[in-house]
């Protein structure tokens, strides 16, 4: 069977610029070939140099078919479970369940014959040796041709790909930065060569216009009023000795940084650099998260659309970017429109897909059966317990006879169980996404731009009772027949449509559907090799679907003017609330509070959302006295607390000015935190423009949701619901959070697929290997928190210095679908808060 030989995709590796630009960088090459090493410059004596190590022939999927030998096993909870041969050749499958899409088998990745990078090679972790490249009497270096001594060589090493090569076997591509401090000046004009392990000689003229990775801004550009500045300082990894090198040395406030247009060479502004923040002050728990001292150039007094780039002398160019008046829109439109790729239910085809298509999946028409469990999502580690939701499904699975791809079973299936958004890299759908349909209709109330926002969903232009509107629970679900809805309205009702359209007679509501594994090689979701299991009704999901379902009803009909559908989702909202409201809470042990704080949080937040949409008084008293501000009740309900679900207790102090009766001291309560919230968080840091609070709730392991995106925007964006106007300074914060997210970091890495100059290179996804990457998708970037051994086993080797402690954490950008805690998104984490910051970040 013959490969397609398909590289890694190394975007920002492989860039296509402008002309002034193309020759700092690695320009675009041929499947399976290494792009050649890249140099730079820095002060009067630093060279670096980029070098890829590893490539893979990535070959195409192909059609099983009836004449072909496949032989493979079958294990649905293993992610080698699917793999075999076909026609003698090794690989992995997919499912064989669909009856409208074929099945395919993926042979293995090959490593490109010649690319592997041996001089880079230090041994295991356990018992780690100096590898060749890291000693400095391994290099020759020239200037002008005469030879020149290296009195410092550092090395930094990055993943950029990683893959499953064979049966828990992974190999990673990487990026090595190499610094080489030498003992002499590199006079301007000077021509370097630098000859090594496993690096043939290349060299490069120093000039002031070569690119530098020590200079980071907002690839996506700046808007014309507002904010801009550009950050310089990089921290250099360490040497054989495991001394770590930075920039420190070769900047000053003394720098002279300039701005210059890309069209014609002028120079339009120039300055002196500012200390913006030192290597030597801390952002928390006493660690500096850069590494390095890290300034500023500022040119926010820049008032001429165009496209520019900063030059710092001795350093060397920026990527190049753009002023503009409306410079993220493109990034809103693309925050919003990367939730209808992750449809569950739906296919993605022209002109919808813009470019990508896929078959439609998880849809009981293609032959996919979900089928009914007892098992309670809250009960499980995807929920707030401590059972594993994997083991707990094939137990009960395994107790009613369910084996693989059953044809039969004690167990019924659920065949309305689909619809709904696809979640982070695998495909459940579980019932916290209910949290993103609460916001998407929050954007809609607030914002009038976001209810024009214009998304090319198959629904577009169309009211809901409209036959292309999939996401109906039935027949009769048809709204007023009349009203054309917004975009993210219909975006929000599709990920509402599983809860809507399996809810029971009674109220209740499941948790999701979950599948047997997270991944398997080979798997894709229009043809699984998973099982599919809903999980059972119960009081968490319930509560979490009223939330959500309560606010997009009010919103449908207060905003949007179709009163039959609105309503018709306040009334299943009540109904889930109603019905959990009669559900028995366990005994706790201590007898002290609920035992399960995640359902009262969930119970207090949807009873504020109701209470304004239906002015129920058993909606009204919970809440008031309960509510985390001022609470009536003797004894609070333990753990509900302000943080979460903050937007919806100004749904409370909205139903006080619609005309229902509130209590003025909580509505006081309320609208005080909301602007203390917004106003004094504490700034962790100058740097990349950044607007990290050491408020941040959920800790440093989770700070990856934190710089990406834009945390705290959705902090300033709730005191904008509240007071329909938002203070300058706050404005401008929430720009600066966009930044680091778009390419202004340590790695010059846009988290966010389609935009920049330099994509994060290897996002989660796990459907073809071959698959181009979804638009939109934004990778949480930062490894905020430990990595897990599992992670650490597939990308072994390729992370140098070895030891996760010793990187600063700003500069732990790990670019591998391996490393989840850098490559993976979060429907209803960082995904979500991107959306809600491009909606604030372009409302002015």
């Given at each position: 069977m013959g490969l397609t030989r398909r590289a890694v995709l190394l975007q920002g590796t492989a860039l296509a610029l402008s002309a002034p630009f193309a020759h700092t960088l690695v320009s675009s090459v041929a499947a399976g070939e290494l792009p050649d090493p890249v140099m730079g410059f820095l002060g009067d004596s630093v060279v670096q140099?980029?070098?890829?190590?590893?490539?893979?022939?990535?070959?195409?999927?192909?059609?099983?078919t009836a004449q072909d030998r496949a032989n493979w096993t079958l294990d649905t909870g293993n992610a080698f479970g699917a793999r075999g041969k076909l026609n003698g050749e090794k690989g992995n499958f997919s499912g064989r369940q669909s009856e409208t899409q074929p099945q395919f088998f993926t042979p293995w990745p090959q490593i490109t014959k010649g690319s592997r990078k041996g001089g880079f090679r230090q041994g295991p972790q356990e018992a780690p040796t100096a590898a060749l490249a890291d000693q400095p009497a391994q290099w020759l270096v020239q200037v002008d041709g005469q030879p020149a001594t290296i009195r410092s060589l550092y090395r930094k090493t990055t993943p950029v790909a990683t893959r499953a090569i064979g049966v828990r076997r992974w190999e990673s591509t990487k990026r090595h930065q190499l610094t080489f401090v030498l003992d002499r000046v590199i006079p301007d004009g000077s021509t370097v060569s630098l000859n090594g392990p496993s690096v043939t000689k290349t060299a490069a003229r120093k000039q002031a216009e070569t690119f530098s990775e020590s200079i980071h801004l907002c690839q996506q550009g700046y808007p014309i009023l507002g904010p801009k500045k550009a950050y310089v300082g990089s921290w250099w990894g360490h040497d054989m000795n495991n001394q770590g090198g930075n920039t420190d040395a070769l900047l000053s406030e003394q720098t002279v940084w300039r701005l210059i247009s890309t069209e014609d060479g002028a120079e339009l502004r120039s300055g002196r650099l500012r200390l913006a923040k030192p290597g030597s002050e801390p952002h928390g728990q006493d660690l500096n998260y850069n590494g390095c001292d890290v300034y500023e150039a500022d040119f926010s007094d820049l008032d001429h659309i165009g496209s520019y780039y900063i030059q710092v002398d001795g350093v060397g160019q920026s990527f190049p970017f753009d002023v503009t008046q409306r410079v993220y829109d493109g990034a809103l439109r693309l925050a919003a429109r990367w939730y209808f790729h992750q449809r569950s239910g739906c296919a993605i085809i022209d002109p919808y897909g813009e470019g990508r298509t896929r078959p439609r999946n998880g849809h009981p028409e293609d032959g996919l059966t979900v089928w009914q469990t007892g098992v309670k999502l809250g009960d499980t580690r995807e929920g707030y317990g401590k059972a594993s939701a994997a083991k707990s499904l094939a137990q009960q699975a395994e107790a009613l006879g369910v084996e693989d791809y059953p044809d039969a079973s004690q167990m019924t299936a659920n065949p309305e169980a689909w619809g709904g958004w696809h979640d982070a890299g695998d495909w459940d759908r579980r019932i916290q996404h209910m949290n993103v349909v609460y916001h998407m209709a929050d954007l809609v109330e607030t914002y009038p731009h976001i209810r024009a926002l214009a998304l090319n969903l198959p629904e577009s232009g169309k009211p809901f009772a409209h036959g292309d509107v999939a996401a109906r629970k039935n027949d009769l679900d048809r709204g007023d027949g009349e009203t054309v809805l917004p975009d993210l309205i219909h975006e929000a009702l599709w990920g509402a449509s599983i809860w809507r359209r399996t809810q029971q007679p009674d109220g209740g509501i499941i948790g999701g559907v979950e599948y047997s594994s997270s991944g398997i090689l080979g798997s894709v979701s229009w043809n699984p090799?998973?099982?599919?299991?809903?999980?059972?009704?119960?009081?968490?999901?319930?509560?979490?679907?009223?939330?959500g379902a309560a606010k997009l009803g009010h919103v449908i009909k207060t905003v949007c003017g179709d009163a039959a559908l609105g309503d018709a989702l306040i009334d299943e909202a009540l109904r889930a609330w109603l019905w959990a409201e009669q559900q028995p809470v366990p005994e706790n042990e201590d007898g002290q509070g609920d035992p399960r704080a995640d359902v009262s949080r969930a119970r207090i937040a949807s009873a504020s959302v109701l209470y304004r949409a239906t002015g129920h008084a058993a909606t009204r008293q919970v809440f008031e006295d309960f509510n985390p501000f001022e609470p009536r009740a003797e004894t609070p309900l333990e753990g509900v607390r302000p943080e979460f679900f903050a937007n919806s207790y100004l749904d409370y102090v909205k139903a006080g000015r619609e005309g229902r009766a509130t209590d003025a001291k909580l509505v006081a309560a309320i609208e005080n935190w909301i602007k203390y919230r917004a106003l004094n968080g504490k700034r962790m840091g100058q740097d990349f423009g950044l607007h990290n609070t050491d408020s941040y709730v959920w800790g440093r392991g989770w700070l990856r949701f934190g710089p990406g995106s834009n945390w705290r925007a959705g902090q300033i964006a709730l005191q904008y619901a509240a007071t329909g106007k938002i203070p300058a300074e706050l404005f401008a914060a929430a720009v600066e959070g966009m930044w680091f997210g778009m390419g202004c970091n340590p790695a010059n890495v846009s988290?966010?697929?389609?935009?920049?100059?330099?994509?994060?290179?290897?996002?989660?996804?796990?459907?073809?290997y071959g698959d181009e990457t979804i638009p939109g998708q934004i990778s949480f970037g930062v490894a905020g928190g430990k990595l897990n051994e599992w992670e650490l086993k597939k990308v072994e080797g390729a992370i140098y210095p070895f030891n996760q402690d010793e990187w600063p954490i700003y500069g732990q950008i790990f670019e591998s679908r391996s490393i989840a805690i850098t490559a993976e998104h979060g429907m209803k984490s960082n995904a979500l808060e991107w959306l809600l910051a491009c909606a604030l970040v372009t409302s002015q």
């Open positions: 140099l980029t070098v890829m190590d590893t490539m893979f022939d990535l070959p195409q999927p192909v059609v099983v090799v998973q099982v599919t299991y809903a999980y059972a009704p119960e009081d968490w999901a319930a509560y979490r679907f009223a939330h988290f966010v697929q389609g935009l920049g100059q330099r994509s994060f290179a290897d996002p989660l996804l796990t459907d073809h």
